[in-house]
């Protein structure tokens, strides 16, 4: 197994998709113009697993869907302070910030719901609504950590035994219901965005014990904002009920599953998640219209719960 240069990554995508964030590349996919929703991705994903739901949410919204550190496109940085919640909201920050978005709705899966709720409940006037997928608790960038990982001259054998067609297949059938999604198109697609030199730096970033855990914590029963929280009601890898319970935990939380589903909604179930997600987004986008909310730059570059769950699937 080999890893991509990212001087080629970087020379086979289009110049627009990436924004400057303190020296580095970040890739980042833009649809659509309006009010911003922003779509943040799942641990061992990127913008790609938004493809199918993107289309639909730019006829509303310009829709911002960035790979965070350690992911698809964007560049790896040597420093592991990158890879903690702290370095992702920096990076997340930071792209909002190139882009002149100061206030957006957040969409997050699992690890991607982690950081929004981590977002929401430091950055307030940031995070006008947000719907979680599946999500994984605020926790979870430090839950996931171990002295094994800490041990840097195993990274390299730990990357290259885990970034294979195998390994990768199987993590994408441990989230889905139907076991037919699981192409080797789809495996290829999620493999290549991880084959990315830097990935061992990654790793050791996003699983190694830095150090004690961050003290901030969230409480969901603070974040007074618009939440939607969907489910797939086949989840293996979060139980539908430990989103049950987060839903009760916001002020005003709603909850919604999705039948004959896993853990990836917007993989196996686009439409079922935009019938629900699409509604929540465009009745808090005329909300915040109505209440004389100041318009939105365009389209800059654009391409034609803590205890949600202790530990979990990213």
Known sequence: MSLR????????????????????????????AGEVVVLLHGFGESSYSWRKVMPELAKSFRVVAPDLNGFGWTERPRDPV?????????LVLGVLGALGVTRAQFVGHSYGGSLTLFLASRHPDLVRSMVL??????????????????IRPLDSLLVRLALTPRRVRGSLLASVYDPALVTPELVR????????????????????????????GVELERLNLPALVVWGADDRLIQVEAGR???????????LTIPRCGHLPM??????????????????????????????????????AESLVPRGGG
């Open 5 to 32: 240069p990212f001087a080629e990554v970087r020379r086979e995508q289009p110049a627009e998709r990436f924004v400057a964030v303190d020296g580095r590349q970040v890739y980042v996919e833009q649809q659509g």
């Open 82 to 90: 990158s890879y903690t919640r702290e370095g992702q909201e920096r």
């Open 133 to 150: 997928i599946d999500s994984a608790a605020p926790t979870y960038s430090d839950d996931r950590r171990s002295r094994v990982a800490a």
């Open 189 to 216: 697609a999620y493999l290549e965005r991880l084959r990315v030199h830097g990935e061992d730096d990654a790793y050791y970033g996003l699983t190694a014990r830095l150090g004690p855990p961050a003290a901030a």
């Open 245 to 255: 319970r987060a839903a009760r935990r916001l002020p005003a939380g709603e909850f």
């Open 267 to 304: 993989e196996e179930r686009p439409a079922e998640l935009l019938g629900l997600i699409g509604p929540f987004l465009r009745r808090h986008g005329e909300t915040a219209a109505a209440a004389g909310a100041s318009p939105l730059p365009p389209l800059r570059g654009a391409s034609p």
